[in-house]
T-cell receptor, first 111, second 105 residues
Framework: SQTIHQWPATLVQPVGSPLSLECTVE??????LYWYRQAAGRGLQLLFYSVGIGQISSEVPQNLSASRPQDRQFILSSKKLLLSDSGFYLC??????????FGSGTRLTVV | GIQVEQSPPDLILQEGANSTLRCNFSDSVNNLQWFHQNPWGQLINLFYIPSGTKQNGRLSATTVATERYSLLYISSSQTTDSGVYFC???????FGAGTRLTVKP
């Protein structure tokens, strides 16, 4: 089965610092991959999705970026974090056999 | 873009009660899923149901694609059913705002 690995589980970063969150996929190949952000008590906002290596679609203008250097690796980055970047970040993958699977998420607090 | 609306936003039940959650979407879709987010934030895939009806234990779901809605039924609710239920549509997974379910013992 498909498994999504995300780390770290929690992260506290100062304003203006860089960010790199990594998501890796196990058990499948060529999945569609997604980054979501969830503010406290709110729904999931789609940030980026990727249908293949080097292919990134951005949904919301912001100071975040995403990259997919390998088939099973999806990275969310920022050069300078803002307070408004705080939230719960979830990576998800979809493949033909297993449908959608989510990672366990990273809770980011920007201070 | 497509709009996804879920109702009710909040639902409080006594253990053992049944409930129906609704997901309306503004455009035709060929991909709809229901998820449960537990209190620790983990999202669990419940159903992939672009059309028709599926059942898994106490949960079942029905999607009427021509009328642009899907329903999630929870029967004999348990406290472990608490959390937020989301529907998501289309290949790029547009989520509704969710229904927060609290089941009291």
């Amino acid at each position: 089965s498909q498994t999504i690995h995300q780390w770290p589980a929690t992260l506290v970063q100062p304003v203006g610092s860089p960010l790199s969150l990594e998501c890796t996929v196990e058990g499948t190949s060529n999945p569609n991959l997604y980054w979501y952000r969830q503010a406290a008590g709110r729904g999931l906002q789609l940030l980026f999705y990727s249908v293949g290596i080097g292919q990134i679609s951005s949904e919301v203008p912001q100071n975040l970026s995403a990259s997919r250097p390998q088939d099973r690796q999806f990275i969310l980055s920022s050069k300078k974090l803002l307070l408004s970047d705080s939230g719960f970040y979830l990576c998800a993958g979809k493949d033909r056999d297993y449908g959608y699977t989510f990672g366990s998420g990273t809770r980011l607090t920007v201070v | 873009g497509i709009q996804v609306e879920q109702s009710p936003p909040d639902l409080i039940l006594q253990e053992g009660a049944n409930s129906t959650l609704r997901c309306n979407f503004s455009d035709s879709v060929n991909n709809l899923q229901w998820f449960h987010q537990n209190p620790w934030g983990q999202l669990i895939n419940l159903f992939y149901i672009p059309s028709g009806t599926k059942q898994n234990g106490r949960l079942s779901a029905t999607t009427v694609a021509t009328e642009r809605y899907s329903l999630l039924y929870i029967s004999s609710s348990q406290t472990t059913d608490s959390g937020v239920y989301f529907c998501a549509v289309r290949r790029d997974m547009r989520f509704g705002a969710g229904t927060r379910l609290t089941v009291k013992p």
